[in-house]
């Protein structure tokens, strides 16, 4: 059974500095890895897909890696800003979605 | 509890024609969203409901889709007519509305072949 862990669960730090939130999951038989936004009362904002044959993704302040035979993605915030606090999931796409466990990020001024 | 169930799970439709997607959530939850993936591609945030009233549509691609919430209950997502880009699959989920429950329960998601 697939399991999708993500670390650290909450995280508050000041803003401008660089930040790692990292998702564990146990099957590699994946389709894509998508890296998400959630912001409260809000629908899930896309951040980053990851298909299964690529390494990386980058966007803006944002990069997403993936290795599949450790069965790991990272999810790097540069220069983090108070307006990127949110919750973080990271989402499975295998024949159903599996959705980690999240992490509460926190940034303040 | 049962979860978001979605109906029907496949849909094999040709261009032009319509469907009309279902979504059912979670007893309770007053916050129902839309999604979908089209092929190969991410997933992507379509509308979200709150109770029966639209608060987000932004996702919306164009005015061929038209998603109704009558009754603050299940949500249907009508495609008319459908093209072939439309072929993807469909996700629905479902939360409270309370301060600081946030989760999103997902249901299992419909897929559209449009020919």
């Known amino acids: 059974k697939q399991e999708v862990t993500q670390i650290p669960a909450a995280l508050s730090v000041p803003e401008g500095e660089n930040l790692v939130l990292n998702c564990s999951f146990t099957?590699?038989?994946?389709?894509?890895l998508q890296w998400f936004r959630q912001d409260p009362g809000k629908g899930l904002t896309s951040l980053l897909l990851?298909?299964?044959?690529?390494r990386e993704q980058t966007s803006g302040r944002l990069n997403a890696s993936l290795d599949k035979s450790s069965g790991r993605s990272t999810l790097y915030i540069a220069a983090s800003q108070p307006g990127d606090s949110a919750t973080y999931l990271c989402v499975l796409d295998t024949d159903k979605l599996i959705f980690g466990t999240g992490t509460r990020l926190q940034v303040f001024p | 509890e049962a979860g978001v169930t979605q109906f029907p799970s496949h849909s094999v439709i040709e261009k032009g024609q319509t469907v009309t997607l279902r979504c059912d959530p979670i007893s309770g939850h007053d916050n129902l969203y839309w999604y979908r993936r089209v092929m190969g591609k991410e997933i992507k945030f379509l509308l979200h409901f709150v109770k029966e009233s639209k608060q987000d549509e932004s996702g919306m691609p164009n005015n061929r889709f038209l998603a109704e919430r009558t009754g603050g209950t299940y949500s249907t997502l009508k495609v008319q007519p459908a093209e072939l880009e439309d072929s993807g699959v469909y996700f629905c989920?479902?939360?409270?509305?309370?301060?600081?429950?946030?989760?999103?329960?997902f249901g299992p998601g419909t897929r559209l072949t449009v020919l």
């Open positions: 990851i298909q299964s044959s690529q």
């Open positions: 099957d590699s038989a994946i389709y894509n």
């Open positions: 989920a479902s939360s409270q509305d309370q301060p600081g429950i946030d989760e999103q329960f």
